[in-house]
């Protein structure tokens, strides 16, 4: 087992806390967004981008206009990465090693404390584990399209979250 910051020693997610990213950590970020949703092909569609421009995206407007968190292992490497844009979780991708491990709950805990107004996600609907996950986490669906509107032209799910009164 592979012991890290962020990994107690059963193997699972401790209470360090999420990292704000920066300008450095745009290479490192890309590189988990690019492996994780590689990893993750049986339920998420292949990227419409080639890695260059998930990259540029990464570097030139990801880091420098959203929020963007980090979870990472004693080496800095980055386990997982959290994205906010407004009250959306733009990106939520945990390192296909590293999953199940507590990580996404952790980080999608972080998001509702940095929006305690609420947060909405769009998932795959062939993304079940990921939609099984955002139910557990008190999201609940908001609507269902039949993919016209994403660029994977790929059928996908609009969860909300608001605060319990
Ligand atoms: C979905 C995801 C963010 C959850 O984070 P995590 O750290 O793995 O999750 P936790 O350990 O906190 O919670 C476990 C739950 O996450 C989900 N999950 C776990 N591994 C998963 C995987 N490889 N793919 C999708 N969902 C997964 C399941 O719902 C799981 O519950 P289960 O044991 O009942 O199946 C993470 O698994 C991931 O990055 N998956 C691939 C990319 C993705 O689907 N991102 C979300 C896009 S909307």
Known sequence: MIRSVGLSSNGHVDSAAPRRAGSED?????????????????????AVHPDNEVREWIRAVVIPEREVWLMENAGSRPLAVLVLDDDWVDQLYVDPAFTG???????????KSRRPAGLQLWTFATNTGAQRFYLRHGFSVAEATDGSGNEEKAPDIRFVWTAPP
Do not use: K
């Open 26 to 46: 745009a290479q490192a970020v890309a590189d988990l967004l690019i492996r994780s949703r590689r990893a993750a092909v049986d339920a998420i569609p292949a």
């Open 101 to 111: 491990r507590g990580f996404g709950s952790r980080l999608i805990e972080f998001a």
